[in-house]
């Protein structure tokens, strides 16, 4: 009974925090519409500059708390409303979560930048270990200010959401910011007052959990992730069963720790505790109607590729894989090699997160599940092994997305995060056990060997010869990618997105459609899991985690969801060495950048390449003598670099400004002349009769588009979403 007692106060400590975050998150998604995903990074950076200022500056601990608190956390509030947020006006929902996400990863890359990780950092408690003695029962000063505010902030927030005119105000203002407008409440004014709120909460969930964590910002940012399935039990809008979700959620992670049997296969359960309690309350709770700003009619679309772009697309993948194979160093083409499989996994983004609308952060996952197919069955070499990765995670998939049919948005995101989750800190951790008969362990030891495969008597031992594979690999992918967004099925997502309420009406399954597009991607991110490890030789499940695969989102997101040429940016940037050559002491320098292009969705919601770079491309094709120029350069370069007449960087300045300085002044002229779309954030200049016409002489074939003045439509590209 004594151990109960002990257990259960430090479940209902950990439950006091999770209700502040809870709360936070909750008041920012109740008054703004938006889930915010960065709720955990920006406690994890309150409680770093809490320490910088405690222990590292030696400044009195509640001057810190305060400054904490009062200063910084409405600072970085205010920031993100102003510099974020505001932009996100006609952006689908499932962008808004990732612009999110990309503050949370920039916040994490900071952070990380700011205070070296591998230095060791500590927050003793606020109250120096004094306890309070009730009978044979201790409990710590800590434990006991932790659930005084916890009540306090659920009461507090109760109070203001409903009894205060502020709190009525900014809660009206996510059902009609115009009607709330003409009652004299400032729309923007609410939403910056729930900002700094809800980043004071965090603040303050971040400085309490610190004293109980080696402070680590990935560490620290997860944890407080954790308090999401609180939110859910609340259903993202009732505090007082937010509370009540935090004392389940603290209370399931205590006795976990607590009665648990020590089982090799147990072990790592109590950490996918959130995980599973956050991904039950999403299948089991009635989820009330998300609700968001009345907004335009959305600014993204999805270019309907032709088959001759795909075509020129395809070769010029395989001629730049032979270019670099032959012309890259073996140590930088060591690098490089990985792009192909991060690649794979950005061209499984495209069906599920830019065709069907439906924020999916577990590919990543898919890619390692994948990848502990092809290391166990294609331990000899056997490229049948990416058939069956596919198979499996296409299985998987169906298995993940059947219980999540009812879920969309928030809700589809947040399980597939838990699923992530789960598998990162339990699954892929498990020793082995038997499969149909035979030993299976995820990662074996802790790493899985990859062998490189055979075709025939060819062997693919050579990083040059993995590259060009890989290569061939993706141009593949491609290819169905493109069939699926020319079929029926393909304009049938596009819908789904745009209009479920009218897909529904006019009789469309949704949910068969749902369930297809998401074993699709899952096999699609299992072959490229496969050819990841091939690279690599071996890896870890630490490979595969959660954030990492943030990342490629993020780069897809903002390369562009619908691209193909995103996904082969997102791999380039993710396997590039250049960061590491460039910049060999900014390791934080990658996720940062990401961070960085991610909060500007709300200017470019369609990504770069399609709102851009396409663009100004299709003014170079409608000039063929200029496209012929372009190709003799890189040719010459390509003989030069072979023949040893130059080295790699006068070849890379060459090829620099080739690629991009002589097309920018051809789209220049035929901007100029009101005949180019625009590009780089440029205002629109063209009539519709001109438009047509400059996309008819750049892309032979095309029709006209359909009209709409709210709807950016690219002519012969098959119109927005659901046109």
């Known amino acids: 009974m004594h151990e109960f007692i002990i257990f259960t106060i430090g479940g209902l400590s950990a439950a006091g925090i999770y209700a502040i975050t809870a709360s936070g998150l909750t008041l920012t998604y ?44 409405p600072i970085i509030g205010i920031v993100i409303e102003a510099a974020v947020m505001r932009r996100l006006e006609g952006v689908s929902e499932a962008s808004k979560l990732v612009v999110t996400l990309s503050v949370a990863l920039m916040l994490l890359g900071i952070a990380q930048w700011i205070w070296d990780p591998t230095t060791y950092r500590a927050l003793p408690p606020l109250f120096n270990n004094e306890t309070l003695i009730l009978g044979s029962i201790r409990i710590s000063y800590d434990d006991v200010t932790i659930l005084i505010l916890a009540l306090v902030v659920a009461i507090g927030l109760r109070l203001f959401l409903y009894r205060t005119r502020m709190g009525v105000t900014m809660r009206a203002s996510v059902d009609d910011r115009t009607l709330t407008s003409l009652n004299g409440s400032s729309a923007i004014s609410n939403t910056r007052n729930a900002w700094i709120i809800g980043s004071m909460l965090a603040a303050l969930a971040g400085i309490l959990i610190a004293p109980t964590l080696t402070l680590s910002a990935s560490a620290l940012t997860l944890v407080i992730v954790n308090a999401y399935a609180a939110s859910v039990i609340g259903r993202l809008r009732s505090i007082p069963m937010t509370f009540v979700g935090a004392i389940i959620l603290g209370l399931s992670i205590a006795y976990s720790v607590a009665y648990l049997p020590q089982n090799p296969y147990i072990q790592g359960f109590e950490n996918a505790v959130p995980a599973i309690v956050l991904f039950i309350a999403l299948l089991i709770l009635p989820q009330s109607r998300l609700r968001g700003h009345r907004q335009l009619r959305s600014r993204e679309f999805a270019i309907r590729p032709t088959w001759t772009g795909a075509g020129l697309f395809c070769g010029g993948v395989i001629i730049a894989a032979v270019f670099l194979a032959t012309v890259v160093s073996t140590a930088d083409l060591f690098s490089l090699n990985r792009m192909w499989g991060l690649a794979i996994v950005g061209l499984s983004i495209i069906p599920i997160v830019g065709y069907a609308g439906r924020l999916s952060l577990c590919q990543l996952t898919f890619a390692g599940i994948g990848a502990t197919v092809v290391g166990h069955l294609g331990a000899q070499g056997n490229p049948l092994s990416l058939l069956a990765a596919a198979g499996v995670c296409a299985a998987i998939g169906i298995l993940v997305a059947i219980p999540a049919l009812r879920l969309s948005g928030i809700y589809f995101a947040l399980a597939t995060a838990a699923f992530a989750i789960t598998m990162d800190n339990w699954v892929f951790q498990l020793p082995a056990f038997n499969l149909f008969g035979h030993p299976y362990a995820p990662f074996g030891s802790g790493s899985l060997v990859f062998a490189p495969f055979r075709i025939g008597s060819l062997a693919l031992t050579s990083k040059a010869s993995q590259f060009i594979a890989g290569s061939v690999v993706f141009v593949i992918l491609t290819l169905l990618v493109v069939v699926l967004r020319r079929s029926e099925f393909g304009q049938r997502l596009l819908a789904m997105k745009d209009s479920p309420a009218a897909c529904a009406t006019l009789g469309m399954n949704g949910r068969a459609s749902l369930v297809a597009v998401f074993a699709f991607s899952a096999a699609v991110a299992g072959v490229g899991g496969g050819i990841y490890g091939m690279a690599l030789g071996s890896a870890s499940a630490d490979v595969f985690q959660f954030f990492s695969g943030l990342s490629v989102l993020l780069v897809m997101v903002i390369m562009g969801l619908t691209s193909a040429g995103g996904a082969g940016t997102a791999g380039l940037y993710q396997g590039s060495p250049v960061f590491t050559n460039l910049f060999p002491s900014l390791t934080q320098l990658p996720l940062v950048l990401v961070g960085l292009g991610g909060v500007g969705v709300g200017t470019t919601p369609n990504g770069t390449i399609p709102g851009s770079l396409r663009p100004v491309w299709l003014s170079v094709v409608r000039r063929r003598w200029l496209l012929g120029l372009i190709l003799t350069v890189v040719i010459v370069a390509w003989v030069l670099r072979l023949a040893g007449a130059i080295s790699d960087w006068p070849m890379t300045i060459i090829l620099l400004v080739d690629l991009l300085a002589l097309p920018v002044p051809a789209y220049v002229v035929d901007y100029r002349a009101n005949v180019a779309p625009p590009a780089f954030g440029l205002p629109e200049r063209r009539s519709k009769e001109k438009r047509d016409e400059w996309f008819a002489q750049a892309v032979p074939g095309t029709g006209p588009v359909a009209t709409g003045d709210q709807v950016p439509t690219l002519s012969g590209a098959g119109g927005a979403s659901g046109t």
Request: aromatic fraction near 18%; charged fraction near 0%.
């Open 30 to 73: 109740t008054t703004t519409g938006i889930f915010n995903w960065a709720h955990g990074a920006i406690g994890m950076i309150c409680a770093f500059t809490y320490w910088q200022m405690s222990i590292g500056w030696g400044w009195p601990s509640l001057l810190s708390l305060l400054l904490c608190l009062f200063v910084v956390a």
